[in-house]
């Protein structure tokens, strides 16, 4: 009868809590929170991301409870997430005032402002760093130290000086628009819905599918941006027009002091893309036009692969191809959620000897012979 | 410790399912879509029954769990635990005593009464996904009543096989207005709630739906005139404990004799019965 007996069941379940507690302590160490979010700072980005709570603290104890699990700590937060009354709404905020850590385009050899690669994995190869077997405190702090003192030398600033001032640049995709390749942007009043606080329903708008995919689990909408430019649906793959990492400056209005007034409530990192597409355009004439059209991505921390896809898969549900999965708006939102999708594969665990047993029945009954009347 | 709020979620967010839960009971058989809340359990574990508890459950209730039939399988315990430790309720196994009952895949066998409430977690509320994949479709059929789908689907059965191969959750008609999910309940609970006197709330977390059987509302399981519903036969076998017979069995083997045998599923209903074979239960 196995886990299912009919009395036990509670017995049972304090014992496994139990025992998945001391193996996990059966190494005698324990990380601290500094050090995940010292250490393994993508992932920290990655789980912050997928559970829509911009919380890098919270997101580490996350990620200490789960073991490391990413499924795991995103399932923590979005519960912890649904305890918190939501007080407020940041106001618009604008990307241009970006405080750019690295900005890249693929579009153009050079752009206004120049690239700037800042860092990241894509110039090293991915060779295993045995020295790292090794490494300890001190040689972390000697390089820190040592790679500060080289940086301030050749800007010639002393220890003081401040970077504040640094880090604004001209957005590539507005040279366009200057010269009309890139029609200007509709402007669009309409308050955002909030797809945590009302249901989802078809057909959806472009906020709504923003924050879905956005929230969505890396690994889909990877997964599904990749199969629209490979071959279902896309034949001509986009062109990054500029992807930027970068801090963003947030406020909130408030009439706490008599008059509605903006309140800087701090900054989040975030990881920007904007993607040119190829399109055709009717013209009024009924002649065929190419373009440029816009995929937009944009999400939490530093995660590029997630936010070129989800530039991908935005364009494609606007701009939907009939036949083509990707740019079906039900078959991506409702599929790429990390909570809904860990969930409904790992709910398969649960019992289901009532629903079975009915399914048996059927089956003996069809295979006895169609003895319906009996 | 940090404080948890009663039930662990916000107030807004309970009204917002509350409000919910009122316009599904004002259209029987009808899916009102919700903004789902995430909870600390998974989604597809039971987050659509769990929300609608958390969301009217009062200091007075008294709250029962069970999950295939049975108060101690692995989730219902779980999800006591969880509505326990946020509320401090009080929990039973009696189907008579509770005043919310949450439930998997099963109606219990001792028949509910007016005034309680029956929650039943909901894996896939919509009864023609397997007939129309989208969303957006199945809500026109829905809102043009137009089940010729549904119909089709168990005429192919019949041609096929001779009979409807649905297994659990077979289809019914709901206030003769909706076609409805029953949840996989065993085709054995559907007569069930028919014109039950309890109120039946029905919730799909991952789904974001919410649906309701008010009291006393016809429900009929889908079927032809000439091929009638049918329930699972358990033709010859009774409960091997109590020697039951109108009752959904579970079939097991015996570890010595390695022998199929049969008990009651509804677990609290069959430690009631052997109460009070022994005269010290209250049913």
């Known amino acids: 009868m196995g886990y299912v007996a009919v009395q036990g069941g509670a017995e049972a379940i304090r014992e496994s809590i139990l025992l998945a507690r001391y193996e996990n302590c059966l190494d005698g160490t324990s990380i601290s929170l500094t050090e995940i979010k010292a250490n393994l700072k993508k992932m920290v980005d990655s789980v912050m991301s997928e559970s829509s709570l911009y919380s890098p603290d919270l997101a580490a104890l996350a990620l200490k409870q789960a073991q490391g699990d990413p499924f795991e700590a995103i399932f923590l937060l979005r519960a912890h997430r649904s305890t918190l009354p939501r007080l407020y709404f940041t106001t618009v905020t604008d990307t241009a005032e970006m405080r750019v850590e690295r900005r890249i385009s693929a579009s153009f050899k050079d752009i206004l402002g120049g690239q700037i690669l800042g860092a990241s994995p894509d110039y090293q190869h991915r060779l295993l760093n045995w020295d790292l077997i090794n490494e300890t405190e001190a040689d972390v702090i000697a390089f820190r130290d040592q790679y500060y003192a080289a940086i301030l030398n050749a800007m010639e600033k002393t220890a003081e000086a401040s970077f504040e001032e640094e880090g604004r640049f001209p957005k590539v995709v507005d040279s366009l628009r200057a010269q009309n390749l890139i029609p200007q942007p509709v402007l669009c009043d309409e308050e955002p819905r909030d797809i945590t606080m009302e249901p989802l329903v078809f057909p959806s708008a472009r906020s709504l599918r923003l924050q879905i995919l956005t929230r969505g689990m890396t690994g889909a909408v990877t997964a599904l941006g990749y199969a629209k430019i490979r071959g279902y649906g896309f034949n001509n793959h986009p062109t990054i027009g500029e992807l930027r990492v970068g801090y963003l400056p947030l406020y909130v209005t408030s009439e706490l002091s008599g008059v509605c007034e903006e309140y800087y409530i701090g900054e989040i990192e975030v990881t920007e893309v904007e993607a040119f597409m190829e399109e055709d355009r009717q013209e009024a004439d009924e002649k065929n036009q190419l373009g440029i059209g816009l995929g937009y991505g944009l999400c939490f921390g530093a995660n590029e692969i997630k936010a070129i896809a989800m530039s991908v898969l935005e364009h494609s549900m606007e701009n939907p191809t009939p036949g083509d999965p990707t740019s079906d708006e039900e078959f991506v939102l409702l599929h790429v959620d990390t909570v809904e999708a860990t969930g409904f594969v790992s709910h398969l665990k649960l019992p289901h000897y009532v629903t079975f047993q009915s399914k048996l029945d059927r089956i003996r009954d069809v295979q006895r012979g169609n003895n319906h009347h009996a | ?283």
């Open chain 2, 1 to 283: 410790m940090h404080e948890r709020h009663f039930a662990f979620l916000d107030e807004s967010s309970k009204k917002e399912i509350r409000r919910a839960v009122l316009k599904a009971v004002a259209i029987p058989g009808y899916q009102v879509p919700f903004a789902s809340r995430e909870l600390p359990i998974a989604r597809g574990w039971g987050t659509g029954g769990l929300q609608i508890t958390l969301s009217l459950v009062g200091k007075d209730d008294i709250i029962k769990v069970i999950d295939q039939g049975s108060d101690e399988s692995v989730n219902a315990v779980s999800l006591r635990n969880l509505i326990q430790e946020t509320t401090d309720v009080a929990s039973t196994i009696h189907t008579t005593e509770a005043t919310l009952i949450q439930t998997r895949h099963r109606v219990p066998e001792q028949p509910l009464k007016e005034g309680q409430i029956l929650i039943l977690q909901v894996p896939l509320p919509e009864p023609l996904r397997n007939v129309e994949p989208s969303e957006y479709k199945t809500k026109k059929l829905h809102a043009e009543a137009d089940y010729s789908g549904a119909w089709l689907k168990l005429f192919e059965d019949i041609m096929c096989y001779g009979q409807a191969a649905t297994g659990a959750d077979h289809p019914v008609f709901v206030n003769d207005r909706y076609v409805m999910a029953p949840t996989p309940i065993p085709r054995f609970d559907n007569p069930k709630l028919d014109h039950n006197p309890a109120l039946m709330l029905f919730g799909a977390g991952r789904e974001k739906k919410i649906y309701a059987v008010p009291p006393y509302t016809k429900v009929v399981s889908l079927a032809f005139d000439d091929y009638p519903f049918q329930r699972e036969r358990f033709v010859g076998k009774k409960c091997r404990l109590t020697g039951l017979e109108n009752v959904y069995l579970d079939e097991l083997i015996d570890e010595a004799t390695g022998e199929v045998y049969y008990q009651t599923n509804d677990s609290s209903y069959l430690l009631e019965f052997l109460n009070r074979d022994e005269g010290a239960g209250t049913v």
